[in-house]
């Protein structure tokens, strides 16, 4: 059983352009939750995604985007990063119906 | 005002101290959950319960549905153990998280 991985682990981009992070979820599960988490805060939920639908969506505006494959892995696609981008950004899969969810190692996002 | 709230947001023992951390909700949930995150930024699920008490060696959790808190103990605390600890609560009837800010620990040998 493999867990929840993310690529990259690291990325510098600057404001203005886009990124697209990956995530690939644990074996067995459904579902994967995007979570954005600026220093000294706690995440922040994005959205989530099941059967490769947006299954619900946090206060992030339409240029925080997503989508989830066939496979169970996922993307998380930001346009036109702000400054305001730059934070770790976390996927965490989990079973439709179970509230445990396993999170990845995340991948730091600065925007310059 | 959060929506769960920690405290302290910060903490400093010495090695073998009895540490509490503390959780408060305000929304109506299905679970919550207590999570560790380290310096590198992972995080990893310590307890996830909707009643009554949970124990993992050294650490104990414990909910109170009727007042709405939870409590975080760490018995004998050591150095390792030094990490940012998150409350998160799974919203009624979806499994979407809501974070605490976190309570930041440091235990000193």
């Known amino acids: 059983e493999t867990g929840v991985t993310q690529s990259p682990t690291h990325l510098i981009k600057t404001r203005g352009q886009q990124v697209t992070l990956r995530c690939s979820s644990q074996s067995g599960h459904n579902t994967v939750s995007w979570y954005q988490q600026a220093l000294g805060q706690g995440p922040q939920f994005i959205f989530q995604y099941y059967r490769e639908e947006e299954n619900g969506r946090g206060n992030f505006p339409p240029r925080f985007s997503g989508l989830q494959f066939p496979n169970y892995s996922s993307e998380l696609n930001v346009n036109a990063l702000e400054l305001d981008d730059s934070a770790l950004y976390l996927c965490?899969?989990?079973?439709?119906?179970?509230?445990?969810?396993?999170f990845g190692p995340g991948t730091r996002l600065t925007v310059t | 005002k959060n929506e769960v709230e920690q405290s302290p947001q910060n903490l400093t023992a010495q090695e073998g101290e009895f540490i509490t951390i503390n959780c408060s909700y305000s929304v109506g949930i299905s679970a919550l959950h207590w999570l560790q995150q380290h310096p590198g930024g992972g995080i990893v699920s310590l307890f996830m319960?909707?009643?009554g008490k949970k124990k993992h060696g050294r650490l104990i959790a414990t909910i109170n549905i009727q007042e709405k808190h939870s409590s975080l103990h760490i018995t004998a605390s050591h150095p390792r153990d030094s990490a940012v600890y998150i409350c998160a609560v799974s919203a009624e009837i979806t499994d979407k998280l809501i974070f605490g800010t976190g309570t930041r620990l440091q235990v000193f040998p």
């Open positions: 965490a899969s989990s079973l439709i119906g179970f509230y445990e969810q396993y």
């Open positions: 319960l909707s009643s």
